[in-house]
């Protein structure tokens, strides 16, 4: 039986492009294109807003340093301007190029994702939040988007009056879920008891979003943490009986950027893909950085690692594998090629068995045209 022929021709990757551009732009999301090119300060400046820190650089004809685009997101944020009451949607699919978390070298990488930039607010949140699980939808139904937020996190950090070494060692603990160290660090550092437990208490919840939220109120963090938990409270009760709610996770382990995100912070997972296929949150501690006054949220989808999913998920590389030797006229071995290609997705037509090609049947071509299969059935 012949298999689609549109899907063995787009490589799986730009399959899952092609459905994510569809679902941005139903949403008023328009798209947005980018040099290659970026001034090298722009990231130099934001270094550890980025997912590698590893850029590629050179110098311009007129001596600018230069570096190859490691990142998107800082582009669009560099490009947008602040506008009263006005939401900037954007979505991209870019090439970048940076050190690759599957192979641990260089590459040029593909990229889509999409950012809301200027006066956001509780919808533009959940809008988000939507997008980004179906995204993953898109991607595998077996996900999970695992959602935090900085705003707790950060008020945690304050009760303890601890000084910025010992904060960043309660954040190690807290993204490990390390009970054991952050009641050492307490001890050592005179961090009052009452709050050593919250904290204890905090790093263990995990779970849905009512439940969780439940928990928090349990905590009793006090005043600083009531518009938070409303804030969690009103999206859980937004999201009502939406599927997607059934994915999403409140995790306080994901702890982005302290110096650039604020607010919802999540990442994205697909079942048998160890590392998170998608990122994101509220960032507008950078844009204030940027002498912004705007907000902004938004997400990118790594696609390389989705490569994984499309090797392990492609059972072969061809339905036919062709042989002939030079007694077979080549017009014979044409119509032979057409003839196979009318009844099957995609045939290869070769002298030898090549190595490691995936072939799902083998086909020996005699001098009189004769196709005799010689292992497997189509």
């Known amino acids: 039986m012949k298999n689609d022929p549109v899907t063995n021709i787009i490589k799986y990757e730009e399959d899952i492009v092609f459905k994510l551009r569809s679902l941005y732009t139903a949403y008023g999301y328009r798209p947005y294109k980018m040099s290659k090119f970026e001034e090298y300060d722009l990231y130099v400046r934001n270094r550890d807003f980025l997912v590698s820190e590893s850029v590629i650089t050179f ?31 954007v979505y991209y699919n870019e090439n970048v190029y940076r050190v690759s978390s599957r192979t641990e ?12 930039i ?14 980004a699980a179906k995204s993953l939808e898109t991607i595998s139904p077996d996900y999970v988007l695992d959602v935090s937020h900085m705003g707790i996190i950060f008020g945690l950090l304050e009760m303890t009056g601890a000084n910025d ?9 807290i993204t490990s879920k390390n009970a ?11 961090i009052e008891q009452s709050i050593c437990d919250k904290l204890c208490k905090f790093i263990s919840i995990y779970g849905d979003m009512d439940s969780v939220i439940n928990k928090l109120k349990a905590l009793d963090l006090g005043e600083w943490a009531d518009d938070i938990i409303d804030e969690l409270q009103l999206i859980s009760d937004a999201l009502g009986s939406d599927p997607i709610k059934s994915k999403l996770r409140l995790d306080f382990s994901i702890a982005n950027g302290m110096s650039y995100y604020n607010g919802i912070v999540f990442k994205g997972f697909i079942n048998g893909i160890p590392d998170s296929v998608l990122s994101g949150g509220r960032y507008d501690r950078l844009l204030k950085k940027m002498s912004r006054t705007s907000g902004a949220i938004g997400f990118a989808v790594y696609l390389d690692v989705l490569e994984y999913m ?19 006229s080549v017009n014979i071995v044409m119509d032979a090629v057409k003839n196979l290609t009318a009844q099957y997705s995609t045939v290869t037509a070769q002298k030898i068995v090549p190595q490691k090609l995936k072939y799902r ?8 045209g004769n196709i005799i299969f010689k292992e497997g059935n189509i």
């Open 59 to 89: 110098n311009d004809t007129d001596g600018r340093l230069l570096a190859l685009k490691p990142d998107v997101t800082l582009s669009i944020v560099k490009n947008s301007t602040d506008v009263d009451g006005f939401v900037n949607k």
């Open 165 to 173: 070494v010992t904060k960043s060692a309660i954040i190690e603990c």
């Open 105 to 116: 070298t260089y590459r040029e990488i593909m990229q889509t994702g999409l950012e809301c």
């Open 118 to 131: 200027g006066d956001i607010d509780t919808y533009n949140v959940i809008e988000v939040l939507s997008l």
């Open 361 to 368: 049947s083998v086909a020996q071509l005699s001098a009189d």
């Open 180 to 190: 054991h160290d952050l009641l050492r660090i307490c001890a050592e550092n005179g």
């Open 310 to 328: 499309d090797t392990q998920s492609k059972a072969y590389d061809v339905d036919v594998l062709l042989l002939y030797n030079n007694n077979v």
